[in-house]
């Protein structure tokens, strides 16, 4: 038996005057994801734990079966996986990203959180910075790691406890010192504007008219969570596909293998046929779950495009899941799907909400009566619904986890 999970990330909505009060899966052409809604278990189900934020690794943990109470554990340590780091019992990841600030004050704490991005600072330059600031500020037990773009990684080993940082893009425009940690950590920030602002990368940046990404900024930080084995769990080798770092580092660190793609980026333009590729190549390769997460219409959401959020749900269906259920068929063995966003991101809301999302499972080998439209409404009204996403993986397999 071969299974595929699909994650449309964040593609579950609202109904939207512009589409005629349709959601965007509403309004999608979506045939195949459709006919396979036809012939599926379809309900709703919540991925996020009452009192949790509604945050991608949360709800992706769940939907991969780990009770999100117990292993959610912040998205910097899963971060520093996907990075190929090595985390050590008692070590602490924290995003550390380069952010801009302003540059007219006489101190640091007056000055203004400018640009959580550094305006999106290319990773190159954002290297040269990183090892500049690890160069003073790192020690035998606290390491600086460039990453991609303005999001790097910080571990600490044995780190003051504290944990209640402030998120950069959370206070734009706002004094920083107002929101600044506990020593030691604010020294460490303060220094690192010494290390950077005059640096010559940033010099650099200034005269093509770019911000100067002058400062660190430490936040979410966290323990490796203690994932057990997937293959364990499920007696399943499985894969992960995704363009997000959250997602493949928790994939890693359930002993699953993470695929990169070439051109997976994140946005509405990925590369939709070398994810559909790249699953069906596991599957040649012996793997016996796949899971594909796309993060585009997440993207959009965020960003409020109606129309591409719709776009990218009619290219997952058509250029994504069509050739791999064309190739599951041609297998002639018996294989299951699942299909959900882990959670909405509403285009009106420009962020994640916590309502409960549509499902699907569907088996080639024990068809049901579904649903004619995959969307909020149908899921809704077949009145099934599953209070704990953590659950479905055995509604998916028809097992109990060991
Ligand atoms: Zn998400």
Not at 225 to 247: C, H, M, N, T, Y
Not at 300 to 319: D, L
Request: aromatic share 8%; charged share 25%.
């Amino acid at each position: 038996m071969n299974y595929l999970v699909l994650i449309p990330d964040g593609a579950a909505d609202y109904p939207i005057d512009a589409l005629g009060g349709k959601t965007p899966l509403e309004a999608a052409d979506k045939p195949t994801l459709d006919r396979l809604a036809a012939d599926s278990l379809v309900g709703t189900v919540s991925n996020v734990p009452d009192g949790m934020v509604p945050e991608s690794d949360t709800a992706n943990l769940a939907i991969l079966s780990y009770d999100p109470k117990i292993y959610s554990k912040g998205r910097s340590p899963l971060e520093a996986v996907s990075m190929g780091l090595e985390m050590k019992p008692g070590d602490i990841a924290f995003r550390c990203n380069v952010v801009t600030l302003s540059e007219e004050q006489a101190c640091y704490d007056d000055r203004i959180m400018l640009d959580h991005s550094a305006d999106e600072i290319t990773t190159e330059e954002a290297a040269g910075l990183i090892r500049a600031v690890a160069e003073v500020l790192g020690t035998e037990e606290r390491a600086f790691y460039p990453g991609v773009s303005y999001r790097h990684c910080m571990i600490w080993h044995c780190p003051p406890a504290y944990r209640e940082f402030n998120r950069p893009h959370d206070f734009l425009g706002e004094r920083v010192g107002d929101k600044l940690p506990p020593e030691p950590y604010a020294s460490l920030l303060r220094r690192s504007y010494e290390i950077l602002n005059r640096h010559p990368v940033n010099e650099a940046r200034r005269a093509r008219g770019l911000r100067p990404a002058n400062s660190i900024w430490l936040w979410s930080p966290g323990a490796k969570p203690a994932l057990s084995s997937f293959r364990e769990k499920w007696g399943l080798d499985a894969s992960v596909i995704s363009a997000v770092d959250l997602i493949k580092g928790i994939g890693l660190c359930a002993g699953m293998e993470s695929i990169d793609v070439e051109g997976a980026t994140g946005n509405y333009k990925t590369n939709y046929k070398g994810k559909a590729d790249a699953a069906i190549d596991a599957f040649r390769r012996g793997k016996e779950l796949v899971y594909v997460h796309v993060e585009a219409p997440d993207e959009c959401g965020h960003r409020a495009e109606t129309g591409n959020k719709v776009t990218s749900i009619s290219r997952i269906s058509e250029e994504l899941l069509k050739p791999i259920l064309h190739f599951l068929d041609a297998c002639r063995e018996p294989y299951a799907v699942m299909v959900l966003p882990d959670h909405p991101t509403p285009v009106c809301r420009r962020t994640h909400t916590r309502e409960p999302v549509p499902f699907l499972i569907y088996r080639s080998d024990r068809r049901q009566q579904g649903v004619s439209r995959f969307c909020e409404r149908e899921a809704e009204k077949t009145g099934i619904y599953l209070p704990e996403g953590h659950r479905l993986m055995a509604l998916l397999t028809g097992k109990e986890p060991s």
